[in-house]
């Protein structure tokens, strides 16, 4: 499945692929990622929650059964 997510990732938006970069790489938390993109952090919760539909809605194009997302 890494290569799937990989290949979906690299399928995002950049402002999607940054923000989902910072959670799940070095897996800074939501506070430092505000820091880090000098936002608000309810700017940065909500980009995360349309990246991670956006890389969930790649997944199921990219064939990938949405029972297991």
């Known amino acids: 499945y890494?290569?799937?997510?990989h290949n979906a990732i690299k399928?995002?938006?950049e402002?999607?692929?940054?923000?989902?970069?910072?959670i799940l790489l070095p897996e800074?938390?939501?506070k430092?990622?505000?820091?880090i993109l000098d936002v608000?952090?309810?700017?940065?919760k909500t980009r995360i929650y349309y990246a991670k539909d956006a890389l969930k809605q790649t997944l199921i194009k990219?064939?990938?059964n949405k029972d297991v997302l």
């Open 28 to 30: 800074f938390s939501y």
């Open 2 to 5: 890494k290569k799937i997510v």
């Open 40 to 44: 608000p952090l309810n700017t940065v």
């Open 62 to 64: 990219m064939g990938v």
């Open 11 to 13: 399928e995002l938006p």
């Open 32 to 35: 430092q990622i505000s820091e």
């Open 15 to 22: 402002n999607h692929r940054e923000i989902l970069g910072l």
